[in-house]
């Protein structure tokens, strides 16, 4: 398949990793809608970046949703090997089980190095049509990549508001 047709079937996910519990609730049910127009306007391909939060969030609601949507891919785009490192043995174990049921995992290094996060999500954008984020800050990675993402002409929707 050409990449600007494949570009068009992709959304990429980036949000920030921590995400108030009275939030979590409204922010999925957005999300599934989100995922359901989306999927229903011939978006297949989903990526997300791996992180705690917000792409986890996103990662287990496409991998909920992919049951009844055939077609439906989650692509992990991982920025090292080691990305877990000093992370909780509860969230070591989610990250795992959801890189287990992931259609496709992609890492953008092998090991970590300053840039990689931002090398991650780079190649999250530039292999999608359309971006889906929680912003709630106009500082960080996230806002980094949603600028990204605006200034490479993807259509942005904040689950956030």
């Known amino acids: 398949m ?3 047709k494949k570009r068009a079937q992709t959304c990429c996910f980036t949000g920030h990793r ?3 519990q009275e939030e979590r609730k409204r922010i999925v049910d957005k999300l599934e809608g989100i995922i359901i127009s989306l999927y229903q306007r ?3 391909y989903y990526g ?6 917000f792409d986890a969030l996103a990662a287990r609601t ?3 949703l992919r049951e009844s949507c055939p077609g439906m ?3 992990l785009v991982l920025p090292c090997l080691t990305q877990t490192r000093g992370w909780r043995p509860e969230d070591v174990a989610e990250y795992e089980h959801i890189k287990a049921q992931a259609d496709k995992v992609v ?6 190095t300053p840039g990689c996060m931002h090398k991650r999500n780079r190649h999250l954008v530039d292999h999608s049509g359309v971006c889906v984020c929680y912003l709630t800050r106009e500082k960080g990675g996230t806002a980094y990549t949603v600028n990204y993402a605006k200034k490479q002409g993807l259509n942005v929707v904040n689950t956030a508001f």
């Open 18 to 20: 921590q995400i108030p």
């Open 107 to 112: 890492y953008t290094a092998q090991q970590y």
């Open 2 to 4: 050409e990449p600007a």
């Open 42 to 44: 011939g978006v297949c």
């Open 48 to 53: 997300a970046g791996g992180a705690l939060g």
């Open 73 to 75: 891919k989650l692509i």
């Open 62 to 64: 496409v991998l909920r």
